[in-house]
C-alpha cells in the first residue's frame, strides 16, 4: 500500500484542489468581465442636433441618449441588437416632443418690425404695382412675379384656389366670398390644401419676397390658418394677418402668432378701438394696422381715420381705381 506523505492527508489535497480551481474561476471570470466593459467615450454619448418644427421657438424635438444599465435585460438587448446587425455599443435613444403653444410673441417689438411706422399700398387689384418708395410697404397682386424695386414688398397669397382650377381638392362649398369671386375654397382636410400652400409659398420665396399676406382665412378654423402661417415660416416667409377679428375660434392667438408681422382690415372687419384691443390682447401693442377700402367703403375709410388718428402705428388708404387698384392715403401711420 502507498502511504501518504505525514505532513498530507486526502482531505488535505482535496481541499488545495478545489481553493486551485476556484481561483482560477475567478480570474478566468475577471478577464472576461474586462473583456466585456465597454467605457463611455465622447462617441457613445453625442446628441443629435435638436430640431425644430414648424416656427422658431414654438415646437422642438429632442433627441437624448439612454445611459447604459448593466445587467440580465441589457445583455439579452445586445444579444437582439447583434442579431439585426447593430453594434452592442451603439448609443439607444429615446425621442420625445416638446410643444409650446404660440402665445403674446416673446421678444417682439416695433423697433424689431420693419413695417412698423410705414403707410401700406395695397395693390392686389393693380395690373402693375410700379416701381414702389423708400419708406413704404406695398402689396403686390397673386400674378405679380417680383418685389417692387423699392420699399418692402408684401406677396399676396390665397387660402383659396385662386383661380379655380380643380387641381387642389376636395372643395368645400360654405364661403360666399368663394362663390363671388369664382375661387375654389379648399377643403384644409384634404390633400390639396397644403399642395395649394407649399406651391405659392415656394414661388414667392423664389421670386424673393419676404412677407407674404394669406387671404381668406375667415373661411377657415383657427387651427387651419395657425397651421397655414407655420408652414410659411418654413419657408422663411413672414405673415400679415387679414381680417383676424372674424376668424373663428381665436382672434388674438391668430395676431398673437410669432410669425405675424402686421394685420390688414377691410370695411365690416373691425374698427382702431377693436384692432387696438386685439394687439395689446396679443402681447403687440405696436403691430402695424392698416385699414383698406374701395368704391363705396371711402366714407368707412374716413370715419375710420379720424378713430385711428389716436392710436400709434395705424393707418387708413382708399382705392379710386376699382377694387385695390391703387391706394390713396387717407390717414398716414404716426
Known amino acids: ?26 480570474a478566468i471570470t475577471m478577464v472576461l468581465w474586462l473583456d466585456d466593459w465597454k467605457p463611455l467615450t465622447s462617441s457613445s454619448m453625442e446628441r443629435e442636433p435638436l430640431g425644430t418644427a414648424y ?17 440580465y435585460a441589457d445583455a439579452h438587448a445586445i444579444e437582439s441588437d447583434l442579431e439585426r446587425g447593430i453594434p452592442s455599443n451603439f448609443p439607444r435613444r429615446i425621442r420625445t416632443v416638446s410643444f409650446t403653444p404660440p402665445t403674446a410673441a416673446a421678444g417682439f417689438s416695433a423697433t424689431s418690425n420693419a413695417l412698423t411706422g410705414k403707410p401700406l399700398r395695397y395693390l392686389i387689384g393693380a395690373s402693375s404695382s410700379g416701381p414702389g418708395h423708400d419708406n413704404e410697404v406695398t402689396v403686390v397682386s397673386y400674378n405679380a412675379a417680383e418685389p417692387v424695386r423699392r420699399g418692402i414688398s408684401i406677396a399676396y397669397c390665397n387660402l383659396f384656389d385662386e383661380n379655380n382650377t ?33 406651391e405659392q409659398f415656394e414661388r414667392r420665396k423664389r421670386q424673393g419676397f419676404e412677407y407674404i399676406e394669406l387671404d381668406n382665412p375667415d373661411a377657415y378654423s383657427l387651427k387651419d390658418v395657425i397651421g397655414a402661417i407655420e ?48 394687439r395689446r390682447k396679443a402681447g403687440k401693442p405696436e403691430l402695424p394696422v392698416w385699414f383698406v377700402a374701395f368704391g363705396s367703403g371711402r366714407a368707412w375709410a374716413t370715419s375710420t381715420a379720424n378713430a385711428a388718428k389716436r392710436y400709434r402705428g395705424m393707418g387708413v388708404t382708399y382705392s379710386s381705381a376699382g377694387e385695390y387698384g391703387n391706394a390713396v392715403d387717407i390717414l398716414p401711420p404716426a
Open 1 to 26: 500500500m502507498h502511504r501518504q506523505p505525514a505532513w498530507t492527508s486526502p482531505v488535505g489535497v482535496t481541499g488545495l484542489t478545489l481553493l486551485a480551481v476556484a481561483l482560477a474561476a475567478a
Open 55 to 71: 416656427y422658431p421657438g414654438g415646437q422642438e424635438s429632442k433627441i437624448y441618449p439612454r445611459a447604459p444599465h448593466p445587467g
Open 166 to 198: 380643380g387641381r387642389y381638392g376636395p372643395y368645400l362649398k360654405t364661403s360666399d366670398t368663394a362663390a363671388q369671386y369664382n375661387e375654389g375654397q379648399i377643403d384644409p382636410r384634404g390633400p390639396g390644401w397644403e399642395k395649394n400652400l407649399s
Open 231 to 278: 408652414l410659411a415660416a418654413t419657408y422663411g416667409l413672414k405673415v400679415i394677418a387679414k381680417n383676424p377679428k372674424l376668424v373663428e375660434g381665436g382672434a388674438a392667438a391668430y395676431v398673437a402668432h410669432p410669425n405675424v408681422y402686421g394685420i390688414i382690415v377691410e370695411k365690416g372687419a373691425g374698427n382702431p378701438d377693436d384692432m387696438d384691443a386685439l
